[in-house]
């Protein structure tokens, strides 16, 4: 029981001085996407697993959207899709779960034709080769059931299926001609990525033939600072005493100069009384 | 030798005087003087600034993002310009010339755009407070706002704020990529050693844009 208590004094500070980043703050992040062709829009909800509540509810979400990330505690979730504007306790169209590590990303999106409706858990990376860009292709689009993507003379990926999606590239940063190709022909569209920047390219059924969207998933910097940085001068710190060293010297220069006048005094005296 | 006692006399004089200031100096410094204390928080709280907020970008359509200006921390009363920096040659952070001022690090996203953009300042000057003297009193789910050439205007909550040994800063924490729009601010803090004149901590605050 002491042992116990004792512990958990201990244990405080401890925990107080952990330090942070979304890693070690233990948060994660979590985004959501419809990405089924011919599934009208749904309503998604995310919930804390066990937690009838929902933590973010997005409404009336059309087929293309991708919303931003949200940050969120590591744990488990789940997200369930609801027709549009169905009842927030109505049985769920589809739902899963994920599980959230801090410091990771994740894309939880509804994939494949309204047959076949399936919710599926992507891991997001977020990092890049230094001085380089990552790309990844997903293949959203039931029109043209096959697609090559190429990212100026970079393939990226060949005979991708619908409803599925390529690994990473990394590839050179800059402004790029990105090329869909299929059996209903090409399509070209130009994106720019930068330096330490991870890109998913969606391919979308458009009004009329094909679209690519680029998201940017990630950004870190093309050149990281070394280290922290230098930003104070001292003038508001503690100071300790300064050094007695000046004041002594005035002191002893002071009494060397009273003493000379002194004795000056004194022998004058002394020659006045001799006169 | 009459004509010289004046001078003996006004000798002894200026050797007195001297003597007792050179005992007041000494007896005054022997004491070390405190830190000099930050005024009560709120006091010089500054109104939040006006100006279109522009929603985060949906992932789907991003849409570019003006360059930073100004910062507004209402807090802790901090309203500052916002200068350019760069890296050293040694591959540093650059940091402002003068300590009344902030700087964004132009080689990181900008505030608002996806990842951590950097903006840094000073805690003091040799005499007194800089721009980031009170950058530690943030708490997590203070606002930050920063001011774009557009003039538009972002909102950050401050998510963390941590002291780190500058021997042990953690560069991936800190510049590392994440999905969202964030904001780190940087300052020193911790002991100051006055044998090198540098602080031995940096003090960094985590803000993640308010969406």
């Known amino acids: 029981m002491l042992l116990a208590a004792s512990a958990l004094l201990l244990g405080i500070p401890a925990a107080a001085t952990a330090y942070a980043s979304s890693a070690t703050m233990g948060t994660g992040w979590i985004r959501l996407a419809h990405l089924s062709p011919n599934t009208p829009a749904v309503d998604v909800y995310l919930y804390s697993f066990g937690n009838s509540n929902a933590m ?70 977020l990092t890049a080769p230094p001085g380089q860009a990552l790309v990844r292709v997903i293949q959203a689009s039931l029109k043209e059931q096959v697609v090559k993507v190429t990212l100026g003379s970079t393939v990226l990926a060949d005979g991708l299926k619908f409803a599925s999606v390529s690994s990473y590239q990394a590839v050179s940063p800059g402004a790029m001609t990105v ?44 050149e990281p600072p070394l280290g922290g940085v230098s930003t104070g001068f001292g003038g508001t710190a503690p100071h300790g005493p300064g050094s007695p060293v000046p004041w002594l010297a005035a002191i002893g220069a002071g009494s060397l100069l009273a003493l000379t006048g002194g004795l000056r005094l004194r022998r004058n005296r002394q020659l006045h009384a001799g006169v | ?134 950058l530690s009193e943030l708490k997590a789910g203070d606002r930050v706002y920063v001011k774009r050439a557009d003039g538009t205007l ?18 991936e924490d800190v510049y590392g990529p994440v999905p969202d729009p964030e904001l780190r601010l940087i300052t020193c803090g911790g002991a100051f050693d006055a044998a090198t004149g540098h602080y031995l901590s940096n003090i960094v605050v985590y803000a993640t844009e308010v969406g």
């Open chain 1, 56 to 125: 973010i509810v997005l409404h009336h979400v059309a087929y293309g959207t991708v919303s931003p990330y949200e940050s969120v505690q590591a744990g488990d979730y789940s997200v369930a899709m609801r027709a549009a504007g169905a009842s927030a306790t109505s049985q769920p169209v589809l739902s899963t779960s994920v599980t959230v590590s801090a410091g990771h990303a994740y894309t939880v999106a509804g994939m494949g034709p309204e047959s076949g409706l399936r919710l599926q858990i992507l891991d997001d990376e």
């Open chain 1, 179 to 222: 090329t869909v190709s299929s059996s209903g022909g090409t399509v070209n569209s130009s994106v720019t990525l930068a330096a330490g920047t991870v890109h998913t390219l969606v391919v979308l059924d458009g009004a009329s033939g094909l679209e690519v969207v680029s998201l940017e998933d990630a950004s870190g910097m093309g």
């Open chain 2, 1 to 134: 030798m009459p004509t010289r006692r004046p001078a003996a006399a006004l000798a002894l004089a200026a050797g007195l005087v001297v003597i007792a200031g050179g005992t007041a100096g000494l007896l005054l410094t022997r004491h070390p003087t405190p830190a000099m204390r930050p005024v009560a928080a709120g006091v010089a709280a500054l109104p939040a600034p006006t100006g279109p907020i522009v929603a985060p970008p949906q992932s789907a359509a991003p849409t570019p993002v003006a360059a930073p200006v100004s910062l507004t921390i209402p807090l802790i009363g901090v309203q500052t310009q916002l200068i350019t920096l760069g890296l050293t040659s040694t591959g540093a952070l650059q940091v402002p010339s003068t300590t009344s001022v902030a700087g964004w690090y132009t080689g990181s996203p900008r505030p608002g755009a996806i990842g951590p953009a950097i903006i840094v300042g000073h805690i003091d000057s040799l005499t007194g407070p800089g721009v980031f003297y009170r």
């Open chain 2, 154 to 171: 972002a909102e950050f909550r401050v998510t963390s704020v941590q002291t780190y040994l500058k021997d042990q800063f953690p560069t």
